[in-house]
Protein backbone atom coordinates (compact mmCIF):
# COMPACT_ATOMS: atom_id res chain seq x y z
CA UNK A 1 0.00 0.00 0.00
CA UNK A 2 1.24 3.32 -0.72
CA UNK A 3 1.00 6.19 2.36
CA UNK A 4 -0.25 9.02 0.22
CA UNK A 5 0.30 11.48 2.82
CA UNK A 6 4.50 10.64 2.09
CA UNK A 7 4.05 12.90 -0.56
CA UNK A 8 6.73 15.47 -1.78
CA UNK A 9 7.51 17.97 -5.10
CA UNK A 10 10.86 16.70 -6.79
CA UNK A 11 11.14 18.90 -9.50
CA UNK A 12 9.93 20.71 -12.31
CA UNK A 13 11.62 19.47 -15.23
CA UNK A 14 13.35 21.04 -18.43
CA UNK A 15 15.52 19.17 -20.17
CA UNK A 16 16.37 15.43 -20.40
CA UNK A 17 18.87 15.90 -17.09
CA UNK A 18 16.14 16.96 -15.16
CA UNK A 19 14.69 14.09 -15.80
CA UNK A 20 14.90 11.23 -12.58
CA UNK A 21 16.02 7.59 -13.27
CA UNK A 22 16.37 5.85 -10.50
CA UNK A 23 13.93 2.93 -11.83
CA UNK A 24 11.66 3.91 -9.87
CA UNK A 25 7.97 3.56 -11.81
CA UNK A 26 6.66 6.97 -13.48
CA UNK A 27 3.01 7.77 -13.06
CA UNK A 28 2.48 10.33 -15.65
CA UNK A 29 -0.90 11.88 -16.16
CA UNK A 30 -1.47 14.12 -18.96
CA UNK A 31 -4.82 16.52 -19.84
CA UNK A 32 -6.14 19.37 -21.43
CA UNK A 33 -5.71 22.87 -20.02
CA UNK A 34 -9.33 22.70 -18.64
CA UNK A 35 -10.16 19.13 -17.90
CA UNK A 36 -9.05 19.02 -14.13
CA UNK A 37 -6.01 17.32 -14.31
CA UNK A 38 -4.39 19.02 -10.88
CA UNK A 39 -7.53 18.46 -9.20
CA UNK A 40 -7.91 14.65 -10.32
CA UNK A 41 -4.26 14.47 -8.93
CA UNK A 42 -4.95 15.94 -5.93
CA UNK A 43 -8.26 13.95 -4.91
CA UNK A 44 -5.90 10.71 -5.84
CA UNK A 45 -3.98 11.96 -2.94
CA UNK A 46 -6.59 13.30 -1.30
CA UNK A 47 -4.44 16.92 -0.80
CA UNK A 48 -5.98 20.07 -1.25
CA UNK A 49 -3.80 21.93 -3.09
CA UNK A 50 -0.92 19.48 -3.68
CA UNK A 51 -0.80 19.73 -7.59
CA UNK A 52 -1.20 23.55 -7.99
CA UNK A 53 -4.90 24.26 -9.51
CA UNK A 54 -4.23 27.06 -11.64
CA UNK A 55 -6.30 30.28 -11.84
CA UNK A 56 -6.09 29.92 -16.13
CA UNK A 57 -5.81 26.78 -17.99
CA UNK A 58 -2.17 26.15 -19.29
CA UNK A 59 -0.34 27.09 -16.12
CA UNK A 60 1.49 23.70 -15.81
CA UNK A 61 4.46 24.48 -18.88
CA UNK A 62 7.37 21.84 -17.25
CA UNK A 63 6.67 18.66 -16.48
CA UNK A 64 6.32 18.28 -12.70
CA UNK A 65 7.63 15.32 -11.12
CA UNK A 66 6.16 14.09 -7.48
CA UNK A 67 7.76 11.65 -4.92
CA UNK A 68 4.98 8.63 -3.66
CA UNK A 69 6.39 7.30 -0.43
CA UNK A 70 9.25 6.58 -1.94
CA UNK A 71 7.98 4.00 -3.82
CA UNK A 72 6.68 5.79 -7.61
CA UNK A 73 6.90 8.89 -8.66
CA UNK A 74 3.51 11.06 -9.96
CA UNK A 75 4.29 12.72 -13.29
CA UNK A 76 2.58 15.74 -14.33
CA UNK A 77 2.55 16.73 -17.77
CA UNK A 78 2.00 20.13 -19.57
CA UNK A 79 -2.22 21.08 -19.96
CA UNK A 80 -2.38 20.55 -24.08
CA UNK A 81 -5.06 22.15 -26.01
CA UNK A 82 -4.84 25.79 -24.76
CA UNK A 83 -5.21 28.44 -27.31
CA UNK A 84 -3.51 31.66 -25.93
CA UNK A 85 -0.15 30.28 -25.43
CA UNK A 86 2.64 31.17 -27.74
CA UNK A 87 3.42 29.15 -31.03
CA UNK A 88 7.24 29.32 -29.54
CA UNK A 89 5.86 27.81 -25.91
CA UNK A 90 3.98 25.09 -27.53
CA UNK A 91 6.55 23.82 -29.58
CA UNK A 92 8.89 23.62 -26.50
CA UNK A 93 6.64 21.59 -24.85
CA UNK A 94 6.10 19.43 -27.45
CA UNK A 95 9.76 18.89 -28.08
CA UNK A 96 9.91 18.25 -24.03
CA UNK A 97 7.20 16.01 -24.09
CA UNK A 98 8.75 14.18 -27.12
CA UNK A 99 12.02 14.18 -25.23
CA UNK A 100 10.26 12.37 -22.24
CA UNK A 101 8.21 10.28 -24.21
CA UNK A 102 11.35 8.81 -26.26
CA UNK A 103 13.53 7.96 -22.71
CA UNK A 104 11.29 4.81 -21.68
CA UNK A 105 10.89 6.17 -18.28
CA UNK A 106 7.10 6.12 -18.33
CA UNK A 107 6.13 2.67 -16.58
CA UNK A 108 2.08 3.87 -16.55
CA UNK A 109 -0.22 6.79 -18.81
CA UNK A 110 -3.13 7.90 -17.02
CA UNK A 111 -4.82 10.46 -19.30
CA UNK A 112 -7.85 12.83 -18.38
CA UNK A 113 -10.23 13.49 -20.96
CA UNK A 114 -13.81 14.76 -20.30
CA UNK A 115 -16.60 12.75 -19.89
CA UNK A 116 -19.12 15.13 -21.33
CA UNK A 117 -18.13 15.78 -24.78
CA UNK A 118 -16.23 13.85 -27.86
CA UNK A 119 -12.37 13.87 -27.27
CA UNK A 120 -10.67 16.32 -28.79
CA UNK A 121 -7.90 15.96 -31.72
CA UNK A 122 -5.33 16.51 -29.25
CA UNK A 123 -6.79 14.23 -27.10
CA UNK A 124 -6.31 11.63 -29.65
CA UNK A 125 -2.82 12.59 -30.46
CA UNK A 126 -1.90 12.26 -26.64
CA UNK A 127 -3.49 9.03 -26.62
CA UNK A 128 -1.42 7.83 -29.49
CA UNK A 129 1.93 8.98 -27.68
CA UNK A 130 1.06 6.77 -24.73
CA UNK A 131 -0.31 3.87 -26.84
CA UNK A 132 3.15 3.81 -28.97
CA UNK A 133 5.34 3.74 -25.47
CA UNK A 134 3.85 -0.04 -24.97
CA UNK A 135 3.64 0.25 -21.76
CA UNK A 136 0.12 -0.14 -19.56
CA UNK A 137 -2.49 2.80 -20.23
CA UNK A 138 -6.00 3.62 -18.82
CA UNK A 139 -7.99 7.13 -19.27
CA UNK A 140 -9.41 9.08 -16.72
CA UNK A 141 -13.02 10.20 -17.57
CA UNK A 142 -13.46 13.05 -15.94
CA UNK A 143 -16.52 15.50 -14.56
CA UNK A 144 -18.64 12.32 -14.01
CA UNK A 145 -20.71 14.44 -11.59
CA UNK A 146 -21.66 16.95 -14.79
CA UNK A 147 -23.45 13.88 -16.78
CA UNK A 148 -26.88 11.90 -15.99
CA UNK A 149 -26.58 8.10 -15.66
CA UNK A 150 -28.13 7.37 -18.60
CA UNK A 151 -25.29 9.29 -20.71
CA UNK A 152 -22.77 7.40 -19.06
CA UNK A 153 -22.24 3.89 -21.41
CA UNK A 154 -23.16 6.02 -24.32
CA UNK A 155 -20.14 8.58 -23.82
CA UNK A 156 -18.04 5.77 -22.46
CA UNK A 157 -18.49 4.30 -26.06
CA UNK A 158 -17.49 7.53 -27.95
CA UNK A 159 -14.23 7.45 -25.90
CA UNK A 160 -12.86 4.18 -26.35
CA UNK A 161 -14.06 4.69 -30.21
CA UNK A 162 -12.85 8.07 -30.45
CA UNK A 163 -9.60 7.42 -29.51
CA UNK A 164 -9.28 4.12 -30.94
CA UNK A 165 -8.52 2.17 -27.56
CA UNK A 166 -7.21 -1.28 -27.54
CA UNK A 167 -10.11 -3.73 -24.81
CA UNK A 168 -7.31 -4.10 -22.32
CA UNK A 169 -7.08 -0.33 -21.90
CA UNK A 170 -9.62 0.70 -19.03
CA UNK A 171 -11.99 3.90 -19.16
CA UNK A 172 -12.38 5.05 -15.70
CA UNK A 173 -15.31 7.16 -15.07
CA UNK A 174 -14.43 9.78 -12.50
CA UNK A 175 -15.10 12.44 -10.68
CA UNK A 176 -12.75 15.51 -9.11
CA UNK A 177 -15.74 16.74 -7.20
CA UNK A 178 -17.14 13.68 -5.46
CA UNK A 179 -14.26 11.36 -5.57
CA UNK A 180 -16.44 8.94 -7.71
CA UNK A 181 -14.00 6.64 -9.49
CA UNK A 182 -10.68 7.52 -6.57
CA UNK A 183 -11.11 3.78 -5.46
CA UNK A 184 -10.73 2.24 -9.15
CA UNK A 185 -7.85 4.25 -9.98
CA UNK A 186 -5.89 4.46 -6.75
CA UNK A 187 -6.23 0.35 -6.94
CA UNK A 188 -4.80 0.47 -10.53
CA UNK A 189 -1.84 2.12 -9.41
CA UNK A 190 -0.87 0.42 -6.74
CA UNK A 191 -1.55 -2.68 -8.13
CA UNK A 192 1.14 -1.20 -10.96
CA UNK A 193 3.73 0.10 -8.20
CA UNK A 194 3.43 -3.60 -6.74
CA UNK A 195 3.55 -4.89 -10.22
CA UNK A 196 7.17 -2.89 -11.00
CA UNK A 197 8.72 -3.56 -7.66
CA UNK A 198 8.44 -7.58 -8.18
CA UNK A 199 9.91 -7.40 -11.69
CA UNK A 200 12.79 -5.32 -9.90
CA UNK A 201 13.29 -7.71 -7.59
CA UNK A 202 13.61 -10.82 -10.06
CA UNK A 203 15.68 -8.62 -12.39
CA UNK A 204 19.24 -10.24 -12.31
CA UNK A 205 21.38 -7.92 -10.63
CA UNK A 206 24.13 -6.78 -13.34
Known amino acids: MLNLHKAEFIRSAVKTADFPSDGLPQIVFAGKSNVGKSSTINKILNRRNFARVGGQPGKTIHINFFEIDKQTYFVDLPGYGYAKVSKSERDRWGALLETYFGTGLITLGLQIVDIRHKPTADDKVMADCFLSTG??????????????KSQLAGNIACIR?????????????????????????????EAHVAACAAQAEDAPEL
Do not use: C, H, M, Y
Not at 135 to 148: E, R, T, V
Open 135 to 148: QPFAIIANKLDKIK
Open 161 to 189: ETLLLPEDVPVIPFSAEKGTGRDEVLALI
